[in-house]
C-alpha cells in the first residue's frame, strides 16, 4: 500500500504577512532533503487569467515545482466576496480537500503544501467554509495535515497570533508551529517589541517558532533564495528529519 505524502497547510495572521514567501521557502528546504514536493492554491483573488500569481512567485524563487491553482477571482479581496463581486459560484471547501487529498494519496509526492488567502477563518466558499474546513476534512479522510502560521514580527503579532493558535486548538487541528515572515535586516534593526515577540511567541500560542524569514528574500534570485532557505526554518526542517526518522 502506497503511503500518504505529509500535508502541511500555510495561513497567517492576517495577510501580506509573508505565506506565500514561507511557502517558497518551505519548498526549497523540503527539496534540500530530496523531498517531492507539490503546492496547491485553492483560492487565487486579485487577478486576472494569464497574470503571475502567489504560484508563479513559488516556482521563481524555489525553481520549477507542480503547482495547483484551482480558483481564479480577479478582484483583491476575501474569496466569498470577491465570488459574489464577480457574479460567479465557486466551488465549496470540500472540493478543495479532495482534490488536496487525491494529490496527496497519488504516490509520488513526499509533501502537499495548500497556501489559504489571508487568515485561517477567511471564507473560501459561499457557505462559509475555511482553510480550518480544509483541515478538518483533511484530517477525517486520516490525512494528518499540519497548519504553519505565519506571522508578522512586530507590535500586535501576539494577539493575532495566539488567537489563531487558540481556533486551531478548537477545531482539534494540529499546528506545526509559527514563522515569522518578515525580520529586519541591516541597516534596519529589530525593535524591542520584535525582539521580545520573538521570545514570547511559542509561550502565547503553545506552538513552536519553527524559524524567521529575513525582510527581502522574496526579491532574492533564486539560487540565493534555495540556497538560504533551509536555514530561515531549522523548527520545520528538524521535524521533517525526526518524523522520517521514525517512519
Same mark, same amino acid.
Given at each position: 500500500m502506497?503511503?500518504?505524502?505529509r ?9 501580506g ?11 526549497a ?7 517531492r ?30 503547482t495547483?491553482?484551482l480558483?481564479?477571482?480577479?478582484d ?5 466576496t470577491?465570488?459574489?463581486?464577480s457574479?460567479?459560484?465557486i ?17 509520488d ?17 459561499? =457557505?462559509?467554509g %475555511?482553510?480550518?474546513?480544509? !483541515?478538518? &476534512?483533511? +484530517?477525517? $479522510?486520516?490525512?494528518e #495535515? *499540519? ?12 494577539n493575532?497570533s ?9 477545531r ?8 515569522v ?8 534593526a ?12 511559542? =509561550?502565547?500560542? %503553545?506552538?513552536?517558532l519553527l !524559524?524567521? &524569514?529575513? +525582510?527581502? $528574500?522574496?526579491?532574492? #534570485? *533564486?539560487?540565493?533564495?534555495?540556497a ?12 521533517w528529519?525526526?518524523?522520517?526518522a521514525?517512519?
Open positions: 502506497t503511503s500518504s505524502a500535508l502541511l497547510l500555510v495561513t497567517g495572521t492576517g495577510t504577512v509573508g505565506k506565500t514567501v514561507t511557502v517558497a521557502a518551505a519548498v528546504a523540503a527539496r534540500a532533503l530530496g523531498q514536493v507539490a503546492v496547491v492554491k485553492p483560492v487565487q483573488t486579485g487577478l486576472r487569467p494569464g497574470e503571475p500569481g502567489d504560484l508563479a512567485d513559488v516556482v521563481r524563487l524555489a525553481g520549477a515545482v507542480e495547483h491553482e480558483v481564479r477571482l480577479p483583491p479581496l476575501a474569496p466569498d470577491a465570488a459574489r463581486v457574479g460567479v459560484q466551488p465549496p471547501v470540500a472540493e478543495h480537500a479532495a482534490y488536496v487529498a487525491e494529490l496527496a494519496r497519488r504516490g509526492l513526499d509533501l502537499v503544501i495548500a497556501e489559504g488567502a489571508g487568515g485561517l477563518l477567511v471564507r473560501l466558499d459561499s =457557505a462559509g %475555511d482553510l480550518g474546513d480544509l !483541515g478538518r &476534512l483533511l +484530517a477525517a $479522510a486520516a490525512l #495535515p *499540519s497548519f504553519v502560521v505565519v506571522a508578522t514580527a512586530g507590535l500586535g503579532t501576539l493575532h495566539a488567537l489563531t493558535a487558540e481556533a486551531l486548538r478548537h482539534g487541528l494540529a499546528c506545526a508551529g509559527f514563522v515572515g518578515s525580520w529586519p535586516q541591516p541597516p534596519d529589530p525593535d524591542l517589541a520584535m525582539r521580545c515577540n520573538l521570545e514570547d511567541l511559542p =509561550a502565547v500560542t %503553545d506552538a513552536p !524559524g524567521v &524569514l529575513p +525582510a527581502g $528574500a522574496g526579491s532574492l #534570485p *533564486s539560487a540565493d533564495f534555495t538560504a532557505a533551509p536555514g530561515w526554518l531549522p523548527g520545520l526542517t528538524a521535524a528529519v525526526k518524523h522520517d521514525r517512519s
